[in-house]
């Protein structure tokens, strides 16, 4: 029975298989979401449709056997951009659905370490980049962010701008997994929607006013005598700078529109 | 285009007059947006860091760096040959929204020089406060200078429209402010503490009684100290520390290390690592507020400094090396985070791990612990790991060797000595 499972990579059909195999306490040997990956030739091929009662059902379940932050643990856990992530909350949860709530202080364990630390990896990513997103004010009327996050923290980054920014159209664009955030500020709503990129966000006057204010205002600021690039590095690595204002000459380069792709 | 370079001139000059004051910090406090723009996170957010790796959280300015003191210590002193300009509480509004919207800041920290008397100044300062909380509805983080001798009313009012309010000590005795900063008294800057003090008290019984009261000052007060202008030992420092802490219940004491390019006859020549000083003031400081560490453990009349090499809390587990090793398995909470190498997360990790089963010491290594230190005052089921017998010296030889790979810290200046001129130029805007 330990084969192979296909889901659509969604968290809800992620949650319909975990409620198929963990009854039955079976293993997959791996999960897939691309049905063309090469291995699927040698090994039989279960599909696991989505389907929305049995998530709820098998939610109510999870968060009855786990501690808030254990369910925290796994949302996070996949939302991470690493593969085998699935496994790794399989190998999780079958110990969860053996030793109960103790699993949330079983921190050394070889099937918690991965998970926890994965979940640290994306938390702490999705904390920086409540800082990093830098938002343009567009002729278009809303104010818009290019960022490029190793994980998937749209989803988690979001209530925390939603709250911020209630009074502005904004839309955060995740050019790593190529979706974004749009959010309305009349319905105080925000959506994540498939997004490409491909033109020059079109600036307001007042934009580049203030874009070259904060240049200027973010290189005085530094003391020459304590110069430390070293520290500067660890905190602001260079793969983030190319979004960040105060480290990009001139603004726009980097833009593009937002434009669903469905 | 005329007025964008005026505010562009004058938005230099003043973040220049500002970027000495070490006080970063956008945390400790929680404020909803209520129909407005922004609010604050209670964890505190960094949006950048500048090239000497400093954060930066707020947009810190100064209102002017007009003043009419004279203290040696800071740039904005009468005396020195400055380009004066001031901002208006509108200019200061528009900016900090300007900025907010796009989320380059976590808030503003609003600092000044004294321009007329301290009323007005500090009067100019609440209205650029409250033209950001009442016209903008801003509900971000603010951090806001109270001005020496300003009118107790006047502190009130600040207190209820910021997060965190401060006043900068700045020297940690009354002589030596009275050498450096002869226009201020020591009374000046402690009495506006300790009134904020009482009201944060009396705001706290209030809102216990009615949630509908005004928060005051929710973030609490801090305070900066100079470090390495005048002769003051670091037990001095660290009880003065201590003493904030415990009496007047202050958030954060800032330590600045001091650095002469150019002497003034009233400073002494001082240490050639301020940096690296001012790093280990820091760390005893985590140790008075997070590690149950009193100043007196840290420092006596034996060794009224830090070690320069060694970090406080080994020093003084080296000092003590009869309460080492502590079994993991068995020691208090309390007793983890006297550990060199162990810090709360990790003590906190131990102690919830523990609880399933016993641990060894790749379990520790599983939990994230770091044990390049750790590793010489401790066992794990009985076993310790440290390969060496505990004594005092050969410990301190192991632990000092270890320390030459620490990343990111830097703890030395670049800086040749200092020549003595009559030119007084410093690096420290002690602006209050």
Redesign the interface.
């Given at each position: 029975m330990s084969g192979m499972y296909r889901y659509d990579g969604t968290f809800a059909g992620l949650l319909t298989l975990l409620a198929h195999i963990l009854p039955n306490r079976i293993l997959p040997y791996s999960i897939i979401v691309d049905p063309l990956l090469q291995q699927s030739l040698f090994a039989e091929v279960t599909t696991i449709e989505t389907d929305q009662e049995q998530v709820e059902e098998f939610w109510a379940e999870l968060t009855k056997r786990l501690t808030p932050s254990c369910c925290n643990h796994i949302m996070r856990a996949f939302l991470a951009d690493q593969t085998g992530r699935e496994l790794m909350i399989c190998r999780y949860l079958l110990l969860a659905w053996e030793v109960g709530k103790k699993i949330g202080g079983m921190l050394a364990n070889p099937h918690v370490t991965p998970l926890w630390k994965l979940s640290q990896q994306v938390g702490g990513e999705t904390h920086r980049y409540k800082g990093f997103v830098r938002f343009q004010e567009t002729r278009g009327g809303f104010f818009y962010s290019a960022i490029s996050p190793d994980h998937r923290i749209l989803s988690l980054i979001a209530p925390h701008f939603a709250a911020r920014f209630s009074d502005q159209h904004w839309v955060i664009h995740d050019m790593h997994h190529d979706e974004g955030i749009v959010f309305d500020r009349h319905r105080r709503k925000w959506l994540i929607l498939p997004m490409e990129s491909n033109h020059e966000p079109d600036l307001t006057p007042a934009e580049e006013r203030f874009q070259a204010l904060w240049r200027s205002y973010f290189t005085t600021l530094a003391i020459s005598e304590r110069e430390n690039l070293r520290l500067q590095r660890s905190k602001v690595p260079l793969k983030v700078r190319p979004w960040l204002v105060e480290f990009s000459q001139g603004g726009g380069e980097y833009g593009a529109q937002m434009m669903p792709s469905s | 285009m005329a007025v964008?370079t005026d505010?562009?001139d004058k938005?230099?000059i003043l973040?220049?007059g500002a970027?000495?004051d070490a006080s970063c910090a956008s945390s400790g406090s929680f404020r909803?947006?209520c129909d407005?723009?922004?609010?604050a996170?209670s964890?505190g957010?960094?949006?950048?860091?500048?090239?000497?790796?400093?954060?930066?959280?707020l947009?810190?300015l100064l209102m002017t760096n007009i003043c009419i003191y004279d203290c040696a210590y800071c740039v904005n002193r009468r005396s020195n040959d400055l380009r004066r300009v001031m901002l208006t509480p509108a200019e200061v509004a528009e900016?900090t929204i300007?900025?907010y919207?796009?989320?380059?800041i976590?808030g503003l920290f609003l600092s000044t020089g004294v321009v007329r008397s301290p009323d007005y100044t500090m009067e100019l300062l609440i209205a650029a406060v409250s033209s950001l909380r009442q016209e903008y509805r801003f509900n971000?983080y603010i951090h806001l200078k109270l001005v020496p001798g300003a009118d107790s009313l006047l502190v009130q009012k600040a207190g209820l429209l910021a997060d965190r309010v401060s006043i900068n000590l700045e020297l940690p005795t009354p002589e030596s402010l009275a050498l450096l900063a002869p226009d201020k008294s020591r009374e000046a800057v402690v009495g506006p503490m300790r009134q904020v003090n009482n009201l944060i008290v009396i705001n706290r019984e209030e809102r216990r009684a009615s949630r509908s009261v005004p928060r005051f000052a929710p973030a609490g007060q801090s305070t900066q100290l100079i470090v390495g202008a005048t002769n003051e030992s670091d037990r001095q420092i660290v009880t003065l520390s201590e003493q904030l802490y415990r009496r007047l219940d202050l958030k954060r004491v800032y330590y600045s290390a001091y650095?002469p390019?150019v002497a003034d006859t009233r400073l002494p020549v001082r240490s050639t690592s301020p940096?690296r000083r001012e790093h280990r003031l820091y760390q005893a400081d985590w140790l008075l507020r997070y590690y149950g560490f009193s100043a007196h453990e840290l420092l006596d009349e034996k060794t009224p400094n830090l070690e320069v090499d060694i970090d406080p809390k080994t020093g003084w587990a080296l000092r003590h090396l009869e309460l080492f090793p502590v079994e993991i398995n068995l020691a208090d909470y309390e007793v983890l985070l006297r550990v060199p190498g162990i810090g709360v997360r990790s003590a906190q990790?131990i102690v919830?791990?523990r609880?399933?089963?016993h641990?060894g010491i790749d379990?520790l290594a599983?939990?994230?612990v770091v044990l390049k230190r750790a590793r010489y005052f401790l066992t794990a089921r009985g076993r310790y790991p440290g390969g060496c017998a505990m004594e005092s010296s050969l410990l301190r030889r192991k632990l000092v060797g270890g320390q030459s790979q620490q990343?990111?810290?830097?703890l030395e200046?670049p800086?040749s000595q200092p020549q003595a001129t009559d030119e007084r130029i410093s690096?420290i805007a002690g602006e209050l």
């Open positions: - | 964008a505010i562009m938005l230099e973040a220049e970027k000495y909803r947006n407005g723009i922004g609010n996170a964890c957010i960094c949006h950048s860091w500048t090239s000497d790796g400093r954060c930066v959280s947009l810190k900016l300007g900025f919207r796009r989320n380059y976590e971000g650095i390019v940096l990790r919830r791990a609880r399933q089963g641990l379990d599983k939990l994230g990343g990111g810290i830097q200046l800086l690096l």
